[in-house]
């Protein structure tokens, strides 16, 4: 287990999603990576019954191929508190024993799915996130499997990023590392820079909520400003939304 | 009925055994040796009561064996039977067991023999030093220090303070360090007094058990750390100062704190090949991709 | 390649082809703590993993429960932590027991679940609230796939963790089974065994229904 980052691919006009993603994985394999298997990345989001006083909590339920025995859970109290849990898959069953107290939102239910690439330590994944089978965008996960310290290497995989995706690849750690806050001693939130922390599974899951989330808030800006939606997704990722290329996106590579 | 006859001849044999005993002992003590007529006589009617006697018992010996019949079953001796061995080769499974420890030990004569042969004509050795007959010089024992020694020389190296180490001893009096550098890697080192005989190299996140010093690394960076490793371990190698060797090594050990930190010297880039610069010159620790050093 | 299979595609397909264990077979009884060493005994002889001696437990089980709107029962579910080593919390549903007579050993849908540290405060998050808390300690013996333990519940006494009392001065003894669904045979293996405890412990299946 290693660090790992997300970084979303901007689409280029005119482009699909399968012909980038199929152009990236060639782009790995001249490099020496090799190809080995698929992953999936899935999310579903359960809303509580709105309770008076209370305010609406949602659990987030997420499942990572690379973890396959793991639900990953994120609770947030709606007041800003966010708990996260690790459990068996078994996990599952018990969320569908609270259906009468949270109801999951089908609509949201957003996956990220396609080829997985080995080279040397690292391990890159050529995602494209769907939510209701309709394309969202490009999401490439890299990992470095032998550090546990993102300060450590993250010279190394934004390099080894901007080397085979040919964009630039801000200088600053990805904002999921300087972003997060905990609850001190003092009962007070202050900002804690992850980079030195030791990195967990949960944090590859927590990313990819916050990138989700990023791709469900910009649907509803797309809808609700008709159709002229400005970025939000941590970079200036184009819409298209191409139902029809769904299918050929990341299973290029049978 | 049996039974009291066999007793009753017993009882017989030990009276028979029980007088001879008395009639030999007899004769040994002798007389009191004033040549008294009186005693003398006394001594060898005494005698010959004894023999009389003797003889009169074996008579009876002779007769109750006589009439001892062949008995038709198998005594039964209670718990005694316990006592005797079962000495049957089928009901012991002492066979298999013996041929096994017999392969085995063969197996180790074999084996031992290959080994000593190939020893023998490994010129690499560095723990055994036999002194050639032309150069005589003074054997180092450099591998049987005492045992303390090796923990006061880690002591006193100047670690830094992402540097721990912690000592322990599997092999007898023979020292294992394991060494963790940051949060990057940890290195098991093997000693043998104060040589380094062995380095094993594995990730941060991995378990490096005590048991096991010999697997090597799942992730190819480390185990290409450790390649580079043994030839330092090689370079460093100082019989006549090991302490210096040690100290040296360590140095140069620490200093891949930065292993995922800095660039190659030569090239500039961070990866090559999908690693990172793995090698760290031996004198002035800058870092180099494997591919870059020679060029 | 074939593509990655969802997390809840290949939960349903263990739960289709009855391999994930959601079942619990469970025969109920307790002994006095006088004649416990005898019930050792006993066990000693008949169970597997006694190569050295029997394995202890010392858990704290906490029982949360949920109301859910338009449902009489409330959800409750059991998280048991190791408090004599490192484990992973484990959390458990227990559904309500099957009303057939004719079975020999109570039958209950189980779901266990292992959880890392943070299950308490999530479920509390949820809406959850604590019901009751005790610990069990005791010994935990194996018997091809039956699990036999035999615990000491302990109360707790808040603000008092170092002493606490035991609730009764006997021993529960708990035979289970937790089995996938169709594999019915298992009761009537767990009566024999019972059997075989008999007449030191009386393993019954507990009516909690009937209980006042």
Same mark, same amino acid.
């Given at each position: 287990?290693?660090?790992?980052?997300?970084?979303?691919?901007?689409?280029?006009?005119?482009?699909?999603?399968?012909?980038?993603?199929? $152009?990236?994985? *060639?782009?790995?394999?001249?490099?020496?990576?090799?190809? +080995?298997?698929?992953?999936?990345?899935?999310?579903?989001?359960?809303?509580?019954?709105?309770?008076?006083?209370?305010?609406?909590? +949602?659990?987030?339920?997420?499942?990572?191929?690379?973890?396959?025995?793991?639900?990953?859970?994120?609770?947030?109290?709606?007041?800003?508190?966010?708990?996260? =849990?690790?459990?068996?898959?078994?996990?599952?069953?018990?969320?569908?024993?609270?259906?009468?107290?949270?109801?999951?939102?089908?609509?949201?239910?957003?996956?990220?799915?396609?080829?997985?690439?080995?080279?040397?330590?690292?391990?890159? *994944?050529?995602?494209?996130? @769907?939510?209701?089978?309709?394309?969202?965008?490009?999401?490439?996960?890299?990992?470095?499997?032998?550090?546990?310290?993102?300060?450590?290497?993250?010279?190394?995989?934004?390099?080894?990023?901007?080397?085979?995706?040919?964009?630039?690849?801000?200088?600053?750690?990805?904002?999921?590392?300087?972003?997060?806050?905990?609850?001190?001693?003092?009962?007070?939130?202050?900002?804690?820079?992850?980079?030195?922390?030791?990195?967990?599974?949960?944090?590859?899951?927590?990313?990819?909520?916050?990138?989700?989330?990023?791709?469900?808030?910009?649907?509803?800006?797309?809808?609700?400003?008709?159709?002229?939606?400005?970025?939000?997704?941590?970079?200036?990722?184009?819409?298209?939304?191409?139902?029809?290329?769904?299918?050929?996106?990341?299973?290029?590579?049978? | 009925m049996i039974m009291d006859k066999l007793n009753v001849t017993l009882t017989a044999v030990k009276n028979l055994r029980s007088n001879v005993r008395q009639c030999f002992e007899h004769l040994a003590d002798g007389t009191d040796g004033e040549g008294v007529e009186e005693s003398r006589n006394k001594f060898v009617h005494e005698f010959q009561e004894k023999y009389n006697n003797i003889n009169s018992q074996l008579r009876e010996v002779e007769q109750l064996i006589n009439g001892l019949q062949v008995p038709p079953t198998a005594y039964h001796l209670g718990n005694t039977t316990y006592l005797a061995q079962e000495t049957s080769q089928d009901r012991q499974a002492l066979y298999?067991q013996l041929?096994?420890s017999y392969?085995?030990i063969? *197996?180790?004569?074999?084996?031992?023999?290959?080994?000593?042969? &190939?020893?023998?004509?490994?010129?690499?050795?560095?723990?055994?030093?036999?002194?050639?007959?032309?150069?005589?010089?003074?054997?180092?024992? %450099?591998?049987?220090?005492?045992?303390?020694?090796?923990? *006061? =020389?880690?002591?006193?190296?100047?670690?830094? @303070?992402?540097?721990?180490?912690?000592?322990?001893?599997?092999?007898? %009096?023979?020292?294992? +360090?394991?060494?963790?550098?940051?949060?990057?890697?940890?290195?098991?080192?093997?000693?043998?007094?104060?040589?380094?005989?062995?380095?094993?190299?594995?990730?941060?996140?991995?378990?490096?058990?005590?048991?096991?010093?010999?697997?090597?690394?799942?992730?190819?960076?480390?185990?290409?750390?450790?390649?580079?490793?043994?030839?330092?371990? $090689?370079?460093?190698? %100082?019989?006549?100062?090991?302490?210096?060797?040690?100290?040296?090594?360590?140095?140069?050990?620490?200093?891949?704190?930065?292993?995922?930190?800095?660039?190659?010297?030569?090239?500039?880039?961070?990866?090559?090949?999908?690693?990172?610069?793995?090698?760290?010159?031996?004198?002035?620790?800058?870092?180099?991709?494997?591919?870059?050093?020679?060029? | 390649?074939?593509?990655?299979?969802?997390?809840?595609?290949?939960?349903?397909?263990?739960?289709?082809?009855?391999?994930?264990?959601?079942?619990?077979?469970?025969?109920?009884?307790?002994?006095?703590?006088? +004649?416990?060493?005898?019930?050792?005994?006993?066990?000693?002889?008949?169970?597997? &993993?006694?190569?050295?001696?029997?394995?202890?437990?010392?858990?704290?089980?906490?029982?949360?429960?949920?109301?859910?709107?338009?449902?009489?029962?409330?959800?409750?579910?059991?998280?048991?932590?190791?408090?004599?080593?490192?484990?992973?919390?484990?959390?458990?549903?227990?559904?309500?027991?099957?009303?057939?007579?004719?079975?020999?050993?109570?039958?209950?849908?189980?779901?266990?679940?292992?959880?890392?540290?943070?299950?308490?405060?999530? =479920?509390?998050?949820?809406?959850?609230?604590?019901?009751?808390?005790?610990?069990?300690?005791?010994?935990?013996?194996?018997?091809?796939?039956?699990?036999? @333990?035999?615990?000491?519940?302990?109360?707790?006494?808040?603000?008092?963790?170092?002493?606490?009392?035991?609730?009764?001065?006997?021993?529960?003894?708990?035979?289970?089974?937790?089995?996938? &669904?169709?594999?019915?045979?298992?009761?009537?293996?767990?009566?024999?065994?019972?059997?075989? =405890?008999?007449?030191?412990?009386?393993?019954?299946?507990?009516?909690?229904?009937?209980?006042?």
């Amino acid at each position: 287990m290693g660090v790992t980052v997300l970084q979303p691919y901007p689409l280029p006009d005119g482009k699909s999603g399968a012909h980038i993603i199929d $152009l990236l994985g *060639k782009r790995l394999l001249s490099l020496g990576a090799t190809h +080995a298997g698929q992953f999936l990345v899935d999310c579903e989001t359960f809303i509580s019954t709105p309770q008076h006083g209370a305010p609406t909590r +949602a659990v987030h339920v997420l499942h990572n191929s690379e973890y396959p025995a793991s639900t990953f859970s994120m609770i947030d109290n709606g007041t800003g508190k966010q708990v996260s =849990l690790v459990a068996d898959n078994i996990f599952d069953l018990l969320m569908l024993k609270m259906t009468a107290t949270f109801t999951s939102k089908k609509q949201t239910k957003i996956e990220s799915r396609g080829a997985r690439f080995e080279y040397g330590d690292f391990v890159i *994944k050529l995602g494209s996130v @769907t939510m209701m089978e309709h394309f969202k965008g490009i999401l490439i996960e890299i990992e470095y499997r032998p550090c546990v310290m993102l300060s450590y290497c993250w010279e190394m995989i934004r390099e080894m990023l901007q080397g085979f995706l040919g964009i630039n690849v801000a200088k600053e750690y990805p904002s999921y590392f300087t972003t997060q806050t905990i609850i001190n001693a003092m009962g007070q939130q202050q900002v804690h820079p992850k980079q030195n922390d030791i990195y967990e599974p949960m944090d590859t899951v927590k990313q990819y909520l916050e990138h989700f989330t990023n791709y469900r808030k910009h649907v509803q800006m797309h809808t609700a400003m008709g159709g002229t939606g400005g970025g939000g997704v941590g970079g200036p990722v184009v819409m298209g939304m191409q139902p029809s290329s769904v299918g050929g996106a990341g299973m290029g590579r049978a | 009925m049996i039974m009291d006859k066999l007793n009753v001849t017993l009882t017989a044999v030990k009276n028979l055994r029980s007088n001879v005993r008395q009639c030999f002992e007899h004769l040994a003590d002798g007389t009191d040796g004033e040549g008294v007529e009186e005693s003398r006589n006394k001594f060898v009617h005494e005698f010959q009561e004894k023999y009389n006697n003797i003889n009169s018992q074996l008579r009876e010996v002779e007769q109750l064996i006589n009439g001892l019949q062949v008995p038709p079953t198998a005594y039964h001796l209670g718990n005694t039977t316990y006592l005797a061995q079962e000495t049957s080769q089928d009901r012991q499974a002492l066979y298999p067991q013996l041929v096994n420890s017999y392969k085995w030990i063969d *197996k180790v004569h074999d084996h031992s023999f290959l080994a000593f042969n &190939n020893l023998n004509q490994n010129t690499l050795r560095r723990s055994y030093n036999y002194c050639s007959q032309k150069r005589q010089r003074l054997p180092f024992s %450099s591998f049987n220090n005492d045992p303390d020694h090796i923990e *006061k =020389l880690l002591s006193e190296i100047n670690y830094p @303070t992402h540097t721990t180490y912690k000592v322990f001893r599997p092999f007898g %009096s023979n020292a294992v +360090a394991i060494v963790t550098i940051a949060n990057v890697l940890k290195a098991a080192i093997v000693f043998k007094g104060v040589l380094i005989e062995w380095v094993t190299v594995k990730g941060f996140d991995e378990q490096l058990d005590h048991d096991d010093l010999w697997a090597e690394s799942r992730y190819e960076v480390f185990r290409k750390v450790q390649e580079h490793t043994h030839s330092a371990m $090689l370079h460093f190698y %100082s019989p006549t100062l090991p302490d210096l060797a040690v100290k040296s090594y360590m140095t140069w050990l620490n200093s891949h704190y930065k292993l995922f930190l800095e660039p190659c010297k030569r090239c500039g880039k961070f990866i090559a090949n999908g690693l990172p610069p793995t090698r760290r010159d031996l004198r002035t620790l800058e870092p180099f991709h494997e591919e870059c050093r020679n060029c | 390649m074939s593509t990655v299979a969802s997390a809840r595609e290949s939960l349903s397909h263990a739960l289709q082809n009855r391999f994930l264990p959601n079942l619990e077979f469970l025969l109920q009884g307790s002994i006095l703590d006088s +004649a416990v060493e005898h019930l050792m005994h006993r066990l000693k002889g008949l169970c597997d &993993n006694v190569d050295t001696s029997p394995e202890t437990f010392h858990d704290l089980e906490v029982c949360m429960s949920l109301r859910q709107p338009n449902q009489n029962a409330p959800l409750t579910l059991r998280v048991r932590r190791a408090l004599d080593r490192d484990a992973p919390f484990q959390m458990r549903y227990l559904g309500q027991p099957e009303v057939d007579q004719r079975k020999p050993t109570l039958v209950r849908s189980c779901m266990d679940c292992a959880c890392t540290n943070g299950i308490l405060e999530f =479920l509390t998050e949820m809406g959850f609230r604590l019901d009751f808390e005790y610990i069990a300690k005791g010994f935990m013996f194996r018997k091809g796939r039956m699990k036999i @333990t035999v615990s000491k519940l302990i109360k707790i006494i808040p603000g008092k963790q170092q002493d606490n009392d035991p609730i009764s001065q006997s021993y529960i003894v708990e035979l289970s089974v937790v089995a996938p &669904n169709g594999q019915e045979s298992v009761g009537e293996e767990m009566r024999v065994f019972a059997d075989q =405890l008999k007449p030191l412990v009386q393993l019954e299946k507990i009516d909690y229904k009937r209980l006042p």
